[in-house]
């Protein structure tokens, strides 16, 4: 199952010429789950690799300007293109409100928004994987989010199977999806239990435990960076994160890999990435388009797969 | 006096991978007037040779959404930076009804923001020009506005001057701003009074008799073509029009040249204006970052600048 997550947008707070405001896109499968939408999302979807597609799940952390306000005009877009099926958006316990904000903005659609407020540790149940919100600290409503994969069966072993007198074929089956079959048990012929893969993405946050907690040896943790240590006062008083707190964090919690995001234009990535190094190797600061693609634990470790030159496609659709 | 056209965002309704939503700045001398907002502005204007200067007035067509998403992000960041001085929004009747809906998604800021309401006909005078605000047709309130320069005195003749026995010096600049001096009158040795230029835009609307009496020997009208002829019918029902009517509308007001804007995906720009170029010769079809830089007439005719081929500066910003 293929998982990868697309960074459309690793600004924080105002654009810069080379990165747009904040959203991140995670694929899983056929799912593609959008995590925040700050202005100018549509066109960043627009320009990737995956296009404008036909979004089912948006998950909103905060409702901070540069996280929320691309939502009416991707709204509107899809509406354009006589969209029928439902929309969900979750995010914290204000959503509603927010919505109803924006709705005068948004004016008429062609099909629902549903929205849904979530609470920390709630989970969502998905095919294979579940999503788990958890409260951060960015002194108000804020959530981060993880996709947490189901762990999988062991390998089967059908040497084992042969030897202990099960036949090729159907009975292999029934051994595999767990039962017994003439008095071989599964446990005989299935290897371990192997682990899921997980994706953490904390939002606006200063650095704090239940992050720690939940990106415990995840596979990527994707954590803001607005500032660094030389302006750690400013990341106390805004409840933001130096790229230092982030990488001990990530250090603490053994993450495969972290991805820094939400940069201030004030730094140098090069200056960004030294300083998370200094606390944690494996750290990479993504540019707007870059991908990191997750396999699965037995066929390797995750890999940061930068932005093709030319993001912009032909811009001749058909009608 | 230096006056050019810098096209931020020429999609129309929805973006592109290339277009951006429509904003259009108009630089006079020092003058930055930026005409509508649409989603994105602010970075189309940090990604444009220009940078996100501290505008100072912002002149809005109308107020589909597609026109002003750009506003509350646009003025976020401008508070961010601890702006100061007032900014100054035009626009038709409601513009103070529409702010008061996206007032609280755009939060406290640092500075003033006035609104001023327009109507038809009615003008701002600015020294050395004054812009005037014209009903279109676009099936609500909605407003083209046009930058139109005083006219200049004409070429002094120092020859002519000196013939007639006046002295170099102080008598030379009394005879060009108007004075008689020792019996000689100033139009004995001033040429006769220049034109100035003209730029003219429409924003969204049907082709309108307004629009062509306004644009009447215009330097530059930038008109919408949101459609071709074989989609006329849309183009009516939805107060947009065809390049084909832009072209004839040029066409009947004598233009310098034509604009279009407003441009659809579903068309190539080579269809555009090869429908337009039927009716009308002068006619480009700029992309983003695209110029149209006006001369004075005597200096010669209006010029179309295509974009650098990287529009994005450098991405660190000294603090």
Known sequence: MDLDVLFLGTAGSSPSPRRGLPATLVRRGGDRLLFDCGEGTQRQ???????????????????????????????????????????????????????????????????????????????????????????????????????????????????????????????????????????????????????GRKVVLTGDSAPCDMTRLVAWEADLLVHEATFLEEDAERAVETRHSTAAQAAELAAAAGVQILALTHISPRYSIAEVRREARTAFERVVVPRDFDRIEIPLPERGKPVHVPAPDRPARPEVVAP
Not at 84 to 96: D, K
């Open 45 to 195: 979807l627009m320009r990737s690799v995956v296009g404008l597609v036909e979004l089912e799940e948006l998950f909103i952390t905060h409702f901070h300007a540069d996280h929320v306000l691309g939502l009416p005009g991707m709204l509107k877009t899809f509406a354009l293109r006589q969209r029928e099926r439902e929309m969900v958006v979750y995010g914290p316990r204000g959503l509603r409100r927010v919505y109803e904000l924006l709705e005068p903005v948004i004016g008429r659609l062609t099909f629902r928004v549903r929205l849904v407020e979530l609470e920390g540790n709630q989970e969502l149940e998905r095919d294979g994987y579940r999503i788990a919100a958890f409260e951060v600290d960015h002194g108000g409503p804020g959530l981060g989010y993880a996709l947490v994969e189901d762990p999988r069966p062991g390998q089967f072993d059908p040497e084992r199977a042969r030897e202990l007198g099960v036949r090729p074929g159907p009975d292999f089956g029934r051994l595999q999806s767990g039962e017994e079959v003439d008095g071989v048990r599964p446990d005989q012929v299935m290897g371990e239990t192997r682990r």
